[in-house]
């Protein structure tokens, strides 16, 4: 793949590097001059990466989806007492569900409480 060899990632290392650097020596020459110099921007502090739902959506479908198989596949197969094993992946999924959209509810409060006030 083109951008993943060693010596391109070590690149734009680098080059990222020469920025802050450079910002950096251009912020303490005007400390030096007695310039007033403008705070960093909000987005300097937050991470690169936007923050986003984990990843238990998928799982949590995917269990529950097998354990519902495999209650109605037991229950034609093998009878009414052996379906009841089906609940328990279903149980797995649920619970991962459960997870996703109460963490998501947090994720948001917490991106609401990072906004400015609108003006």
Known sequence: MIGTEPSSKAAAIAQILDIVEANHKERLAAIERGMDIPPLPESFYLPLKPQRRSSYLLPGLVWLFIGIGLFVALGAVAGEDVRYFGLIPIGIGLALLIYY???????????????????
């Open 101 to 119: 959209f109460v963490e998501g509810k947090k994720l948001q409060a917490e991106l609401l409480k990072k906004l400015p006030p609108a003006a």
